[in-house]
């Protein structure tokens, strides 16, 4: 079946832009993760979101940052007056339920670029 | 919180030749634990992961990984490896209750003929 999709694949935008990102889950999964994976930093968790609960943003690295997530469906990060050091490869995954034991399905990244 | 440690950030091996990536893990609560794998310009697929019961995991790929909890380290290794197992390795840890991940800053598998 069809996996966790995201578009777009690259983004590059100038610095002071917003962008906006956005994640289709795999159907039935009731979580959703973003994540983001730079060279100084690694994989870094952002913000998730467990069906209607209130999302955990305790990742979100300033309030440029935000997310939201439609219909328990679709999600999109916003970043707002993009700067360089925002430029990395965003990651969204998704799984069945919350929990530690649940494998979450990644997608394949948006590449953001800041110029 | 937890953290993971990666201590090799590349692993140069030859083809056929057997490979063990380390990962050492701190948490001071009970975790689950995973290796995923990240192909050159793919997003990350899950290799194996161990949540409970017998500490040694089998994954895909032929990989395994041994959990052991006395030294906190979920080292994974493989036999003999392919050319195609050249890739980036991450070494994660979620909480058994809280399912975000957090991940090691990797570790490139480089195989070469």
């Known amino acids: 079946g069809a996996g966790v999709s995201q578009s777009p694949s690259n983004k590059v935008t100038e610095k002071g832009k917003d962008v906006e990102l956005r994640c289709d889950p795999i159907s039935g999964h009731t979580a959703l993760y973003w994540y983001r994976q730079s060279l100084g930093q690694g994989l870094e968790f952002l913000i998730y979101f467990q069906g209607n609960s209130a999302p955990d943003k305790s990742g979100l690295p300033s309030d440029r940052f935000s997310a939201e997530r439609t219909g328990g469906s679709v999600s999109t990060l916003t970043i707002q007056r993009t700067q360089q050091e925002d430029s990395a490869v965003y990651l969204c995954a998704s799984s069945l339920g919350s929990g530690g034991a649940y494998e979450q399905y990644f997608g394949p990244g948006t590449r953001l670029t800041v110029t | 919180a937890q953290s993971v440690t990666q201590l090799d950030s590349q692993v140069p091996v030859f083809e056929e030749a057997p490979v063990e990536l380390r990962c050492n893990y701190s948490?001071?609560?009970?975790?689950?634990l995973f290796w995923y794998v990240q192909y050159p310009n793919q997003g990350l697929q899950l290799l194996l992961k161990?949540?409970?019961?017998?500490?040694l995991v089998k994954g895909i790929n032929g990989f395994e990984a041994e959990f052991n909890k006395s030294q906190t380290s979920f080292h994974l290794r493989k036999p003999s490896v392919h050319i195609s197992d050249t890739a980036e390795y991450f070494c994660?840890?979620?909480?058994?209750?809280?399912?975000?991940?957090?991940f090691g800053k990797g570790t490139m598998l480089l195989v070469s003929p």
């Open positions: 161990y949540l409970s019961g017998s500490t």
């Open positions: 948490s001071s609560v009970s975790v689950y």
């Open positions: 994660a840890v979620s909480e058994v209750r809280y399912s975000t991940l957090t």
